[in-house]
């Protein structure tokens, strides 16, 4: 330590103090960030980190690393701490699932850890000139997000707006499917076709309700169209457990058994809200009626009534009743 004219052997010892305060809590409040994400092998290279409020997918091989979601800027550095013990390799390439924040805060940190790989389908980073790793995401994701406004630095440098994209990292095909209108109306399913493992996003949180981010364009038909096309694309090992594995936005790794369980709860939900809309029922009626009732010791009491608010919301109008016919009267003598 350089001791500045004029200061005091004692004066620079409570510097000394105070330097080793402040490190220690920097390195404290990492620690306690690690401590929040737990690591769970699948298979193949294939590795779910579990934070407090999402699910990180994240794929290792011979050509660096892939991550699905970046969960929150505050735990950004224990993710890539995280990431650095599972490869030694760069993180090549960002998919976000959605633009909700706790899958997208960690965007920028994470970006500038990473690296470009040059050549095929990855270009971006090197022609726009940002550096680091690109980011993928339907191009509702960035629309919304520069609507908003914010760091430019979280947001997608590569956007899609087909239904599918298909990659080729780590030696196997990696596709991005879009579903409409679900949480919101840009999310995006993560195949890796090699390895069977599926990420989803919010559009399956078990332990919860959906999250349905209707000022996002999300609706509950979506969600529940969805969470079918997850169950097309999976395929049980034996009695309707194991085989294709299913990443969560939240909660835990899932096979089809789980989601169709979780996809019947939300159509029957959907189903018994849709009716009550058709009978002209207000939302408060609705909300009054409990039609999550039987759910709620699973889910949670206010968040059944959230959900019904949104499934309420999204749901379309009754359709007005048709005028009765008016039939020609008999023909008669004049």
Known sequence: MKIIPGMGRLSCAWLALGLCASLASTLGAQQRAESELSVLPIRGGMYMISGPTSNTTVQVGRDGVLVVDTQ?????????????????????????????????????????????????????????????????????VLTRLTQAGGDSAAWPTDTYFVAQKDMFFNGEPVQLMHVPSAH????????FRRTDVISVGNIYTPGRYPIIDVDRGGTID???????????????????????????????????????????????????????????MTLEQVKASKPTADYDVVYGE????????????????????????????SGGSK
């Open 222 to 280: 979506g969600i529940v169209s969805a969470l079918n096309r997850v169950i097309e694309l999976t395929v049980p090992e034996f009695n309707e457990q194991g085989g294709t594995m299913v990443v969560p936005g939240r909660g835990h790794l899932a096979d089809e058994a789980d989601v169709a369980e979780y996809r019947d709860m939300v159509t029957i939900v959907r189903d018994r809200v849709r009716d009550m809309v058709n009978k002209g």
């Open 72 to 140: 929150t800027e505050a735990l950004s550095a224990a993710l890539i701490a995280q990431i650095r013990m599972l490869s030694d390799r760069p993180i090549r390439t960002i998919v976000n699932t959605t633009i909700a924040a706790d899958h997208i805060g960690g965007n920028a940190p994470l970006k500038k850890a990473g690296q470009i790989l040059a050549g095929g389908n990855q270009r971006s980073a090197v022609v726009y000139g940002s550096g680091g790793s690109p980011i993928y995401a339907h191009e509702n």
């Open 302 to 329: 206010r968040e059944g009534q959230t959900f019904i608010e949104a499934a309420y919301r999204t749901l379309p109008p009754p359709k007005p009743a048709s005028p009765p016919s008016r039939s020609k009267p």
């Open 184 to 191: 919101s109306d840009g999310d995006s399913l993560v195949v």
